[in-house]
């Protein structure tokens, strides 16, 4: 009998032992998990302040170390470092804040952008968005590399007339073309590797248009297909004929400090104006056609709009690398 009771005395020291060390492990798992969402919620609160930071003063305001948490940001790489040493844990992200201009939307504006309910088909990476500024233009850039400069107002180019005839398209050699004056009128032109600037209002563009700018090499910034520098100015792109098959096709960026009515077309984008709409045709449906993953080329830095460092962009999180995060082990 002394040894049956021995035996289950054994058995119930065991058990309390397991019982003592289960407990022991879960309270140390439980404590653990505790300060991975401390050290978590730390790195969240760290981020998020070095982003307002960056967006609401100079970019070298972020650079703190404070409290076990170290955040630094390199402008050459675009990459915001962020290191938390708290709760026994240590850890240390890197997160890409590649710019994000207007020439990287296929819609961008300062003030407006309304699609009244019309399915634009942009591809997500490409979607629309405002900023609190437009890009701003630099007519001395455009002056001092245009090949031509014209001057006429009340004046149409036509193009397109056929063999032996004059038109305008032909005379127009590849490049920047300013016009100065107001009452301009495009009538079937066919242009590629051009730019053109207009300072002036009222252009118009009528029967059919094909305007190609120029494709950039390699990571050179891109040129613009056309460029409305006066604020007054209101451009749409509609579509003509019999059957209203007469539409332009513009690729290429398109900017205006104006407004821009956007009704039956082809563009590339991206489109950057103070006002974009997207508004009904003839037959009261929008038919403007995006084609921006067809021509990636034109997303990126433009020429003409001074460089891109000019500006204090607003800086988002492109992708989010975590370099380390782990347990810290004391040592006695």
Do not use: C
């Amino acid at each position: 009998m002394l040894v049956a009771v021995l035996m289950i005395f054994l058995v119930f020291s065991f058990t309390g032992v397991a019982v003592l060390n289960v407990a022991y492990v879960s309270t140390a798992s439980s404590a653990e998990t505790v300060n991975n969402i401390k050290l978590q919620y730390a790195m969240e609160s760290s981020v998020n302040e070095s982003l307002w930071r960056m967006n609401n003063g100079p970019d070298s305001l972020i650079n703190v170390e404070a409290d076990g948490i170290t955040t630094l940001f390199d402008p050459v790489l675009n990459v915001l470092s962020v290191k938390v040493d708290k709760f026994q844990m240590e850890t240390e992200i890197l997160l890409d804040l590649s710019e994000d201009t207007h020439f990287d939307r296929a819609l961008a504006s300062d003030e407006t952008i309304n699609t009244n309910g019309y399915d634009t088909d942009i591809d997500e990476e490409n979607r629309s968005r405002f900023f609190t500024f437009l890009p701003e233009v630099d007519m001395d850039y455009f002056t001092d590399n245009a090949v031509a400069v014209h001057p006429e107002s009340f004046h149409k180019f036509e193009g397109g007339k056929g063999k032996g005839k004059h038109s305008d398209d032909d005379d127009m050699a590849d490049g920047i073309h300013i016009f100065t004056g107001s009452f301009i009128e495009f009538k079937n032109m066919n242009l590629a590797n051009h730019t053109l600037v207009f300072t002036g209002r009222f252009i118009y563009f009528k029967d059919r248009n094909n305007i190609d700018a120029p494709i950039p090499a390699d990571s050179a910034d891109a040129m613009p297909a056309l460029v409305f520098t006066n604020p007054d100015n209101y451009f749409e792109i509609d579509a003509e004929g019999k059957h209203y098959e007469k539409e332009d096709v513009i690729n290429g960026a398109i900017y205006t400090a104006g407004t821009i009515i956007l009704k039956k077309g082809q563009l590339s984008g991206p489109v950057v104006g103070n006002t974009i709409s997207l508004e009904p045709g003839e037959d009261f449906q929008n038919h403007i056609d995006f084609k921006d993953t067809e021509h990636p080329h034109h997303y990126r830095w433009h020429k003409g709009f001074k460089g891109k460092k000019h500006y204090d962009w607003p800086k988002q999180i492109g992708r989010w690398k975590t370099k380390s995060w782990k347990k810290k082990h004391n040592h006695a």
